[in-house]
């Protein structure tokens, strides 16, 4: 699975839109791009995921660039709630006659949301 | 619907003694997987069942570590005998479809302290 890149740790203030990166370079044309955030004390959690179009839900909002070497998760309005570890994956397609995604997690980026 | 619950949610043991932990995926999820995060290490993947058949079980760290789901339905994990580097967070996830593009469904984990 492609490695993946990011920024440590990030700050946001409140309401405000949390924009994390993530570089993903070395990529496939078939992996996806997922995100998961954990909360502290608890499992990962699903936020989004994408393989070339910007996808939106009611979590977050994905951006993939172009060349598809990199993405930026939006949070669009940040709450104290949202002070997590976010993690950038990236995973192959299922293989032929079925196959597996298992995550292969980094250090990810943990975002602290001030009042 | 019910999410995917673990049990328990903390076990402290010694060092040379048996663990088993459990773990029930979301109803009609095939597909199952263990996760683990060592102290100060990052979330790593252990195995993944469909139904009741070891799909992958390449990050097994030992033999000391065994997996069964019989039936296909809820799964264990035992560890014997513990060792100290075995204390961290065990997760466990489900999903309903193998394959990029399905997200993955995590427990709250079980916290196993070998003291």
Known sequence: DAKTTQPPSMDCAEGRAANLPCNHSTISGNEYVYWYRQIHS?????????????????MASLIITED???????????????????????????????????????????????? | EAGVTQFPSHSVIEKGQTVTLRCDPISG?????????????????LL?????SKQDESGMPNNR?????????YSTLKVQPAELEDSGVYFCASSQV??????????????????
Not at chain 1, 47 to 57: A, Q, R, S, V
Not at chain 1, 79 to 94: E, M, Q
Not at chain 2, 65 to 73: I, M
Request: net charge positive; charged share 20%.
């Open chain 1, 42 to 58: 608890q499992g990962p959690q699903y936020i989004i995921h994408g393989l070339k179009n910007n996808e939106t839900n009611e």
């Open chain 1, 68 to 115: 598809r070497k990199s993405s930026t998760l939006i949070l669009p309005h940040a709450t104290l709630r949202d002070t997590a570890v976010y993690y950038c994956i990236v995973s192959k397609p299922p293989r032929r006659g079925g196959g597996y995604n298992k995550l292969i997690f980094g250090a990810g980026t943990r975002l602290a949301v001030h009042p």
């Open chain 2, 29 to 45: 999820h095939d597909n199952l997987y263990w996760y683990r995060r060592v102290m100060g290490k990052e979330i790593k993947f």
């Open chain 2, 48 to 52: 993944h069942f469909v139904k009741e």
């Open chain 2, 65 to 73: 570590f065994l997996a069964e789901r019989t039936g296909g339905t």
């Open chain 2, 98 to 115: 193998a394959g990029a593009g399905f997200e993955q469904y995590f427990g709250p984990g079980t916290r196993l302290t070998v003291t």
